[in-house]
């Protein structure tokens, strides 16, 4: 039987702090609501505890951020698409900022195994004035524990009304884009990192930011050769990484995380609890 989970997250700003309900159908709720920053920004760590995502389910994710709010949104595990008999699964996600709020989407990778048949939905509306990190990191089968992506479809959507929209299908039969040097390259990790605004950030703001992920990336002598930082758009500024594994790009950007916070909000890197066990 097919799973059908949503859950719905409201931040509020009081004014000396930000406060969080949520509201729950199905199996995707919230694990914890920390606060090691202060009160000021919300750590959420949510939890789909079937553990994984089948042919026929539809997860739903919809954040409401009011006012001058500050979340951080992660996950304790990856999120895996499992083989399907032919029904596509869904997972959607749709956050809405207002003015000043500023959002951190942070989740761990997603798995696509072979023989799923997946869809996966990012949407960000931000308001003028809002800002947010977010990144997304795709690895095709489990190629070191010999489960390759053999079958099977991958289909993405990352959209920022307005300033950014990205659609593709992955194809496991597709070889001339996931082989050839001109698309995937053998890799089967695609991630991607994003600092995006509701209005045009200064060309001072987007050459710091593209200043620190190149910095970053230089380090990474793995990664280095098929990575680079872009502005596609003058709200947007984009990393993308191709690499055989998702361990050495989690770590970049982590890094480029902490250098992008610095860079364009004067905060520290403050880990989420959970990035530290």
């Given at each position: 039987?097919a799973?059908?989970?949503?859950l719905?997250?409201?931040?509020t ?5 930000t406060?969080a309900?949520?509201r729950h159908?199905?199996?995707?709720r ?5 606060y090691?920053?202060g009160?000021?920004?919300c ?6 505890p ?12 919809d954040a409401?951020?009011?006012r001058n709010?500050?979340a951080l949104?992660?996950?304790?595990g990856?999120?895996r698409?499992?083989r399907?008999?032919g ?6 996600v749709?956050c809405r900022l ?5 959002l951190?989407?942070?989740?761990m990778?997603?798995i696509a ?5 997946a869809h996966?939905?990012l949407?960000f509306?931000?308001?003028p ?10 690895a095709?089968?489990?190629p070191?524990?010999g489960l390759?992506?053999?079958?099977g479809?991958?289909?993405?959507e990352?959209?920022l009304p307005?300033?950014w929209?990205?659609r593709?299908r992955?194809d ?7 082989d050839s ?6 890799r ?5 990192m994003w600092?995006a605004?509701?209005?045009a950030?200064s ?6 930011l593209?200043?620190a992920a190149?910095?970053c990336?230089?380090q ?8 680079g ?15 055989h ?10 890094q480029v995380w902490?250098?992008w916070r610095?860079a ?10 959970l990035?530290?066990?």
């Open positions: 039987m799973w059908h989970a949503r719905q997250l409201h931040y700003h009081d004014g000396s702090g406060g309900l949520d159908e199905g199996p995707l919230v694990l914890q609501r920390l090691p920053e009160p000021g920004i750590h959420h760590v949510l939890v789909h079937p553990g994984g995502i089948v042919g026929g389910d539809v997860l739903e994710l409401r951020l009011d709010c500050h949104i992660t996950t304790p990856a999120t698409f499992y399907s008999a029904d596509t699964s869904l997972q959607q749709q207002a003015e000043g709020a500023r951190e989407w942070l989740p990778e997603t195994y072979s023989a799923c048949q996966n939905r949407r509306d931000l308001a004035g809002a800002e947010m990190i977010g990144w997304d990191l795709l095709l089968g489990l070191a524990a390759a992506f053999e079958r479809q991958f289909a993405q990352l959209e307005g300033a929209l990205e593709g992955i496991a039969t597709d070889s001339p884009l996931l040097p001109l698309g995937w390259a053998g089967r990790v695609l991630a991607t600092f605004a509701g209005a950030l060309s001072e703001r987007r050459d710091a593209l200043d190149r910095g990336v230089v990474h002598a793995e990664l280095s050769a098929h990575a930082a872009t502005a596609p758009q003058d709200r947007v500024v984009v990393l993308r990484v191709l690499a594994r998702v361990e050495p790009a989690m770590q970049l950007f982590k902490a250098a610095g364009a909000w004067q905060l520290d890197a403050t880990p989420p609890r990035w530290r066990t």
